[in-house]
């Protein structure tokens, strides 16, 4: 069991996305962890979401996720989150909100909704 609280293990999530390193952010899942984007479909199994987050950052040339509000209750932590990407000359501000469920300190499941209609736009 990790000694860092659920809510801090988020916070590092979160905030390691500007590294828009894939195995990095598979890293905080289960091994049997599963990725939902919510206008998409599910993705389970740690090598799966790592290969799900890399084919959908690839044109990414940038991005700063800025955490909102989060809030926890045992295994469960949700943060509201303003994902602000950039892919070359394109940009959008995407307001998010994620619901974790964590086990042994690591991402078990993570359903993430968002308008899929505001990204899509901003980066057509």
């Known amino acids: ?7 801090e293990i ?42 799900m987050i890399s084919e959908f950052t690839a044109p990414w040339t940038g991005t700063q996720w800025d955490l909102l509000n989060i809030a926890s209750n045992g295994d469960v932590v949700i943060a509201e989150r303003l994902d602000r990407t950039q892919a070359g000359d394109k940009a959008v501000d995407l307001p ?22 505001t990204y899509m736009r901003a980066m057509s």
């Not at 069991?1 to 809510?7: A, G, K």
């Open 10 to 51: 988020i916070r590092e999530f979160v905030a390691a996305w500007s590294r828009l390193d894939p195995d990095e952010l598979a890293s905080y899942f289960t091994e049997d962890g599963t990725y939902h984007n919510m206008p998409t479909g599910p993705v389970s199994g740690r090598s799966n979401v790592r290969e």
């Open 1 to 7: 069991m990790s000694d860092q609280s659920n809510e």
């Open 96 to 117: 998010c909100t994620g619901v974790f469920e964590m086990r042994g300190g690591k991402i078990s499941y993570w359903r993430d909704y968002f308008d899929i209609g």
